[in-house]
């Protein structure tokens, strides 16, 4: 069957599926479970409506549960044992969070996560605030905005094809294609470099990569409150004599305070995720390795799943207070 | 009133051209890609693809045609011939014959040839080499010519990359396994976090709260964790690795922010409407699809945009759950690292292959923008 027919079939199923689960399920609790008529009628409705919301959440539940809080758990266990060969698993305890902590491979990753983790969402949020204060009052502001935020619809592959052309070598006797070496002959340098090659400084290119890709989304959110802000606070300040700089930083940015502290979580949670690039750009060579692709390598190619495990919770870990965070603040507001 | 700060001359001017710099800097990376996949794989090799807009000058190595052509005119061996290709418009400069004198000669001037006889070559390409001896050899004699191009552009790549059937550059396999993985991948989340955030955002229950903490925390989970008890759990059910094993995934994935997203959306409904059907003897299920769902269109836009953005632009995922030994089932970000591999160095390929994935999300994105900013202004956990 053509994949194309299969997967039509398929929407239909999942389609009729779910809305039929959800309109038979109704069904049946008002009309066999608890029919709202007869002697019991009163306390039949309210029944029903006891069960009702369980109805609507259980297919959303299951599969949060299944898909993410389950694998959590899973990850946990998984780490604390090792495969034994013919099949079944013996716990190990913390042997593989040694191992992993003996091995370079993983305090690189570690070391240039922090890396990652510190730069890309402080340059995209900075990129960001700046494109977002600079066409707020502009007339083409918006095509502006448009087109910065368009790597935002290209995938992390196609990304890394776009820079590696930007990166690109050719011999020195030969015309250079890659934009950056084009620009480094062009401003005095002699030899044409191999950019991706170049340990501790190719990591930072691939940081652009990312870089270029969250600024729009910073942009965006950050534009957004910059309109929010009160007129009147920043008209007080112009009367009261503030420069256009005193203004951005004394008062515009005190205020949005919160946004950028959201966006520079998210885009945390986006670089801690961040696979695709490494993988498609370097791969980890020379020492461009991060905690997610050093995870790929460990479950995919050695096949421990031990230590695989392991470095996806030192992921986890390093997301939990974010999550925490996101979750009181939650709460706060719901309240 | 607060535009007095903007209305300086001077720094309105530097404005708009920091602005300027900025955005030329965001497109030129992709414009360069785009331009060469217009390219050749000659012209992407020897030149930057920004020379391609203008004439350029290049040092080509050329060859005569070989000595097999050659006809005996009034005793005279002759081999006549143009340089280059039909219907390139080139223009010489300079040439020469041997390697280390590639400009010794201009247009119209005549050389002697290291294996005896002459050649004359003139601006447009045509050569005419004459022997009083027979040429000998297989092949014809090597002229080095500096000529100036005019900018050229094909579609070949595309021609290449989207329609060669036997070619395993072909990405019209992948592009419908794309297709296949996204649209049910999309639509199925949306149905099933729609009841869901319902019933968190209009129904009383006990639990309530504690379960809008756990979708909110559960926003933030890394994928990675899941792909290990997730690839046993559908090997243990017997899926395997398939388009059933993606789809569920991708829906497990993309349903936190899918509830998260149209709970907020469905709670600042007005409470009146709500109200107003139920004492008017709608059901529950009545009320959802018929007032809920119109009413919450463009929060289910939102998400429908991110996670068909999402799904057609992951890696990770289809490669753990969907892509097989057999290849059969490659999606295009998975074709495009594959090519990363093994044709590095094939720019025309990877421009092309790269485009015809980008092109997609690029139209979606341009045509329902606000959608887009709308969802992430939603979306972004305050």
């Known amino acids: 069957m053509h994949p194309a027919f299969q997967g039509l079939l398929t929407i239909a199923i999942g389609v009729s599926g779910c809305v039929g689960y959800f309109y038979l399920s109704n069904q049946f609790l008002d009309r066999v479970l608890f029919p709202p008529r007869g002697p019991n009628a009163g ?45 079944g698993y013996k716990w190990v305890g913390l042997d593989n969070y040694i191992q992993m902590a003996k091995e370079p491979k993983f305090w690189e990753a570690m070391r240039n996560n922090m890396f990652w983790l510190i730069i890309v969402p402080a340059m995209s949020t900075a990129f960001g605030l700046l494109v977002a204060q600079l066409t707020d009052r502009i007339r083409w502001g918006n095509l502006a905005k448009s087109l910065i935020f368009m790597p935002m619809a290209i995938s992390f592959v196609g990304a890394s094809v776009i820079w590696k052309l930007v990166y690109d070598t050719r011999p020195a006797e030969q015309d250079q294609i890659g934009m950056l070496n084009a620009l480094y002959i062009f401003f005095g340098g002699t030899e044409p470099q191999t950019w991706l090659t170049i340990p501790f400084w190719n990591s930072f290119l691939l940081m652009v990569v990312l870089i270029w890709i969250q600024t729009g989304f910073a942009m965006v959110i950050l534009s957004a409150a910059l309109r929010g802000i009160p007129e009147e606070t920043i008209e007080a300040a112009i009367l009261d004599g503030a420069n256009p700089f005193q203004i951005f930083f004394r008062i515009k940015v005190p205020q949005i305070k919160t946004t950028i502290l959201v966006v520079w979580t998210t885009i945390t949670i986006t670089v801690l995720k961040v696979f695709d690039i490494v993988f498609a750009m370097t791969n980890g060579q020379w020492e461009t390795q991060v905690l997610a692709n050093y995870m790929y390598d460990k479950l995919f190619r050695a096949n421990d799943w031990g230590v695989g495990s ?26 | 009133m607060s535009d007095i700060a903007g209305t300086k001359p001077a720094l309105r001017w530097v404005v708009h051209a920091s602005v300027l710099f900025l955005v030329v800097l965001w497109v030129v990376p992709t414009l360069g890609l785009l331009i060469s996949s217009f390219r050749t794989a000659d012209q992407i090799a020897t030149s930057g693809w920004w020379r391609s807009l203008f004439p350029s000058e290049q040092n080509l190595t050329q060859r005569s045609a070989a000595p097999d052509t050659q006809v005996l005119e009034n005793g005279l061996y002759v081999i006549e011939g143009n340089l280059f290709d ?77 329609l060669a059937e036997d070619s395993t550059d072909s990405m019209g396999r992948a592009f419908f396994n794309t297709l296949t993985v996204t649209i049910p991948a999309t639509i199925i989340p949306i149905l099933v976090a729609a009841f869901a955030a319902y019933a968190l955002a209009w129904m009383d229950f006990p639990g309530r709260a504690l379960i809008i903490a756990a979708v909110v925390g559960l926003l933030v989970v890394p994928l990675q964790l899941a792909l290990i008890p997730l690839l046993k759990f559908h090997l243990n059910i017997g899926i395997g690795k398939g388009y059933l094993g993606v789809w569920m995934a991708h829906t497990g994935f993309g349903l936190p922010l899918a509830i998260y997203l149209l709970r907020n959306y469905m709670a600042g409904l007005p409470r009146d409407l709500i ?53 059969q ?13 093994t044709r590095g160095g094939n720019w025309e390929i990877l421009a092309t292959a790269a485009f015809v994935s980008i092109i997609v999300p690029l139209i979606v994105f341009f045509a329902m923008q606000k959608y887009l900013v709308r969802g992430l202004l939603a979306g972004s956990v305050k």
């Open chain 1, 43 to 87: 306390r039949n409705i309210n029944r029903a409506n006891m069960i009702r919301p369980w109805l609507f959440l259980f297919p959303a539940l299951a599969a949060l549960g299944l898909y993410l809080a389950y694998p959590v758990v899973e990850t946990l266990r998984l780490s604390l044992t090792d495969r034994v060969p013919g099949g």
């Open chain 1, 310 to 335: 392991a470095s996806a919770m030192v992921i986890m870990l390093l997301v939990a207070p974010i999550l925490v965070w996101n979750v009181r603040n939650a709460r706060q507001e719901m309240e």
């Open chain 2, 86 to 162: 039909e219907g390139t418009k080139a223009t010489i400069s300079k040439w020469g014959v041997s390697s280390r004198a590639v400009d010794a000669f201009s247009p119209g001037e005549t050389a002697e040839l290291r294996k005896g006889g002459t050649i004359t070559v003139d601006a447009k390409g045509n050569y005419r080499m004459e022997n009083p001896e027979e040429f000998t050899g297989s092949r014809g004699s090597r002229v080095f010519a500096t000529a100036e191009l005019p900018p050229e552009f094909t579609l070949d790549n595309y021609h290449k990359v989207l």
């Open chain 2, 275 to 327: 109200e107003n059907a139920r004492v008017d003897g709608a059901t529950e299920f009545q009320i959802f699809t018929k007032l809920i769902l119109p009413l919450s269109f463009p929060a289910l836009a939102s998400f429908a945009i991110f996670q068909f953005l999402w799904t057609w632009n992951d890696l990770l995922v289809a490669k753990v759950f969907l892509i097989d030994a057999s290849g």
């Open chain 2, 329 to 341: 089932t490659t999606v295009m970000t998975n074709r495009i690292v594959e090519l990363l591999g």
